[in-house]
Every structure is written in structure tokens, then in C-alpha cells.
């Protein structure tokens, strides 16, 4: 097989034969192909498209089917975004030469482009018939299996390529995503710790400590997960994905006013972000300031209907001990999500606080006909039916 450089985004083949029979050629037509079999794939390199474009096509006018003058030319395409361009300049390629390893690549990597991962999977495991100790190709098979949700498959072969190259940063970045997707969330913080670890932490991708970030938020181990959003905060103070992870840790570790200091933060850049207006109303009005609380609910509501938001404003109410307006907000409430059982606990508080157990105990009763499993539901029945 002839050798190739690698990279994250293509192969490049490093000798430039035509790939026909030379022996049927005269020196001259062969001396040319090749040089602008060069000159093409240099001119990729080099990011300028257009003039690679141009000489790939002169090989055609001299040759038709030019096995590299096609795949030069699905390359160019590819590096425009010109997808379906370059899948049909690699299938021609194909047509005439089946095993060829560039278009093999570059049509998988079309495919991977257009989230047709099963397709892109398909043609990666031809390649590697040929390959298959190519990490780069590996790799790209197990982030398709990983998009698939195929745990073992994508793991095991991220494991592959750690066997034949140890601390490989593309197969731990992936067994990172994979182990946090399917909320493995100790082992996704092993691999991304490890990717740290082999870095300089003032060049590290601000990714990877976001990653490391969230793996402890998950984990709940909040005060760690600090350090790591702060690291990126400091190389990029405007973040989205450290702000929103200060936020939501200082609200695990019940710091209110630090986090609705980051939650501002975020919308001073986005105001519009309905989700982060709620959980700025969220933090205020767990510090009991409800004027504020009040404000950010209904700047969400402004946008667009937010349950969350909504439930804020029913909970500013019951605390406010207007219980009946906090009542009537919790029944309408249930209307349009009959399934959650939280709101049926704040409405049956309500009524208990208006002196009307009885109908406290028939809205839980009601529920638990449809969901019997719900816990706080289930004890809050419980607590009402024996005093």
C-alpha cells in the first residue's frame, strides 16, 4: 500500500503516479500527470482550492478517470462543503479503481459530514480491509459507532487505538464524550483528567476544561468542578459553558448570590436566553427576593411559554402565602402537564393550607392512580392520611 500523511481531515497520498499503466504512456504525458498531480494536491494544502481545482481537471482533460485527479477533485469539493460534489468525483473514482484507500476515505468522511454514520461506518471497514492499523481511519469508526450509540463497539475500538498508541488524544477526547454521554460520568472524567494531564494547562482546549467542569458538576462534586471553569473563565472570560457551570455549581453548593452573579453574567451576553432567566428567577427567589424573581419569570414568559418559569411565578405566590392565586396557578398548571407529580404536591400544600385536606388527599390520590411509583407524592399522601 503506498504511504500516506495523516491527519485529522484527510489523507494525502505522497507520490503522485497516475495509476493507470504507464508502460501504455509516453514519458511526457506521465511527467505531466505527475506534475500536476503535485502541483493539485500541494495547492490543497495550501488552502488554495480554486487552483488545485484546475489542475486536477488538466489531468482529466489528458487522462479520463485519473484515479487521483478524482480524488483531488472530491477533496476540493469536500473543502468547499460541496458534500454530494465530492461524493460523486470519489464514487467515479471507485467506479474504476474499488479499492482505492483516498476515496474510500473521503467518501466516509462525506457521509460522516451528513450524518449518515451507518453508510460512513460501511466504507471505513473497506478501508481498513486494506489499512487496518490506520488510527486516524479507527478513530473516525469509533466516533461513528459512538453517534450510533454503540457503546462497546465505539469503546472497544478506542481501546484499539490506545493499545497500538498509548495516550492517543483523539481515542481519549472520544472515550471522554463517549463514558459522558451515556452518563458514565467517573470514567469520562479519567479520560478527560488524563488529556489534561498531557498538556500544559495554560494552552489545554478551554473544552477540555469545560469537560472536566461538567464531569464534576455531574458528579456533584461541585467545589472541583469550580477550579476548572475558572481556568477557562480566566483565558476566556465570556465562555457561555463556564458561566452556565460556575452558575449551576454554586447553586449545587447552595450559594445563591454567586451564582445569580454568573447567571447575569450569561445575559448580559444573551438577554434573550429564556432558560438562563429562569434559573436567574430560580436563585432570587430562593434568596426570598421575589421582586427580582418575579422580573426574570416574566422577561421568560415575554419569549415564550416556560413551565419552569411558570411553576416560579405558582411558588412566588404560595410564598408569598397567597395561596389561592397560588392554587388556581397550580391547577392550570396541571392541565397541560398532567404527568408531574411536583406540581400536584405544591397544589395539595395549598389546599392544606386553606383547610381543605380533603381535597389535598384526592388530588394525590388522583395522581397516584397513574403513577403509583413517585416517591414524594407517595410520602406526602402518606404524611396527610395519618394526621
Avoid at 478527560?192 to 473544552?207: G, P, S
Wanted: with cysteine; glycine share 4%.
Amino acid at each position: 500500500m503506498e504511504k500516506t500523511t495523516q491527519s485529522n481531515d484527510m489523507l494525502i497520498p505522497e507520490s503522485f503516479e497516475s495509476g493507470t499503466n504507464v508502460e501504455s504512456k509516453n514519458d511526457e504525458v506521465v511527467t505531466r500527470i505527475s506534475d500536476l498531480s503535485k502541483k493539485g494536491y500541494q495547492l490543497l494544502k495550501d488552502n488554495d482550492i480554486q487552483g488545485a481545482k484546475k489542475a486536477f481537471s488538466e489531468i482529466l482533460e489528458i487522462e479520463e478517470n485519473n484515479n487521483y485527479a478524482l480524488v483531488g477533485l472530491g477533496d476540493t469539493e469536500r473543502k468547499l462543503n460541496h458534500i454530494n460534489d465530492a461524493i460523486t468525483y470519489y464514487k467515479k473514482c471507485l467506479e474504476y479503481y474499488p479499492a482505492n484507500n483516498y476515496a474510500l476515505f473521503g467518501l466516509a468522511d462525506c457521509y460522516k459530514a451528513q450524518n449518515q454514520f451507518v453508510k460512513a461506518i460501511e466504507i471505513w471497514q473497506q478501508y481498513l480491509v486494506h489499512d487496518d492499523k490506520n488510527i486516524t481511519v479507527i478513530t473516525r469508526v469509533a466516533d461513528a459507532y459512538r453517534k450510533i450509540h454503540d457503546f462497546r463497539k465505539s469503546k472497544d475500538l478506542y481501546l484499539k487505538v490506545l493499545d497500538m498508541e498509548k495516550d492517543n488524544a483523539y481515542a481519549l477526547i472520544g472515550l471522554g464524550h463517549l463514558n459522558y454521554d451515556f452518563k458514565e460520568y467517573k470514567e469520562a472524567l479519567y479520560y478527560w483528567t488524563r488529556i489534561y494531564e498531557l498538556n500544559d494547562k495554560d494552552t489545554v482546549d478551554i473544552r477540555v476544561l469545560t469537560a472536566i467542569g461538567n464531569c464534576h458538576r455531574k458528579l456533584k462534586t461541585f467545589e472541583e468542578g469550580t477550579k476548572y471553569f475558572e481556568m477557562a473563565l480566566e483565558r476566556e472570560p465570556a465562555n457561555f459553558y463556564a458561566l452556565f457551570g460556575l452558575a449551576d455549581c454554586y447553586r449545587g453548593m447552595n450559594q445563591q448570590f454567586k451564582s445569580i452573579f454568573y447567571w447575569n453574567k450569561i445575559l448580559e451576553i444573551d438577554p434573550k436566553n429564556k432558560v438562563i432567566l429562569t434559573r436567574a428567577g430560580d436563585a432570587y427567589r430562593t434568596t426570598g427576593n421575589y421582586d427580582e424573581a418575579k422580573a426574570y419569570y416574566n422577561k421568560a414568559l415575554e419569549i415564550d411559554f416556560d413551565i419552569y418559569a411558570a411553576i416560579g411565578l405558582a411558588l412566588i405566590c404560595k410564598g408569598e402565602g397567597n395561596n389561592e392565586e397560588a392554587a388556581k396557578r397550580f391547577e392550570n398548571l396541571i392541565k397541560n402537564d398532567p404527568r408531574n407529580g411536583r406540581l400536584y404536591v405544591d397544589l395539595a400544600e395549598c389546599y392544606v393550607s386553606m383547610n381543605r385536606k380533603q381535597e389535598a388527599i384526592k388530588v394525590l390520590s388522583d395522581f397516584m392512580k397513574m403513577d403509583n411509583r413517585n416517591t414524594a407524592v407517595r410520602n406526602t399522601l402518606e404524611k396527610l392520611q395519618r394526621n
